[in-house]
């Protein structure tokens, strides 16, 4: 039998505090997205309601006839930013770990110094380029600036530099060209790598809510943070919508996470071969 340790036990104990701390804001929200306005505003504080109902999710689905649409942005452009960064960020960084040419060291220099800067900065220069390009209030508006990411240019040049060459080297003896050597050989063996990339771009594009505020001003282009705020009125606050809203806007992150959560400790290693 292993010796007791006290610090262990102690260190489950903080876990175990911090993940019930976490999880009762969930909980609640998830009990209070299926109970009445009266029930939630009443003072009482109670996980399971008194007065069960789907009206809530109901009313946002069915009455509520933007919500669908606020969904579908958010799916849209959340899914093919994510693909667009996974490819793009990939090349990108196979290119500075594996390619030599002119420009390579100042270039990653440069891309080291965008990591510095914060994206607050760039909000304004970006409206005004997409403003000149008319792109304003658009999807490529909302996802070809969000495209490429240096932070994860940066990670994956960090996980390709540990990639074994030899796997390369033998693709290419089997003919493979540089592009076939990347798509057939390199990405598929990256998987934890780009899981681990996907659900953090993911998870940054799905609840922005400051870029869609600026470039967004048709309510029908709106993605579901900023949908969210609008059922919050001058003198009320529906807060049964917010929470059914906040449910409905939470599932796809877990799904995304559940899929990818075999992968995800693995790619932030950095580790390229078994």
Known sequence: MKKFSIGK?????????????????F????????????????GSIHFIPKNFTLDNYRQIFLEQELFPRWLFNSVFIAVVGTCLNIVFNSMAGYALA????????PLFILILA??????????????????????????????????????????????FINFPKELEEAAAIDGLNRFGVFFR??????????????????????NDFMRPLIILSDASMYTLPLGLNTFKGQYISYWNYIMAASMVFTLPVL????????????????TGGK
């Open 9 to 25: 036990a102690l260190l489950y104990v903080i876990l175990f505090g911090y993940a019930i701390v976490t999880l009762i804001p």
């Open 27 to 42: 909980l609640w929200a998830l009990s209070s997205s299926f109970k009445p306005l009266a029930e939630i505003v009443s």
């Open 98 to 105: 594996r390619l030599s040419f002119p420009g390579k060291k």
């Open 114 to 159: 965008v990591l510095m800067i914060p994206a607050q900065v760039t909000l304004i220069p970006n409206y005004l380029i997409l403003r000149e390009f008319g792109w304003l209030n658009t999807y490529q508006g909302m996802i070809v600036p969000a495209m490429i990411n240096a932070t994860f240019i940066f990670m994956m040049r960090q996980f």
């Open 185 to 206: 050989i390199v990405m598929p063996l990256a998987r934890p790598a780009l899981a681990a990339q996907a659900i953090f771009v993911f998870m940054g594009l799905w």
């Open 255 to 270: 799904l995304i996470y559940a899929f990818f959560n075999r992968y995800f400790i693995k790619g932030i290693s950095f």
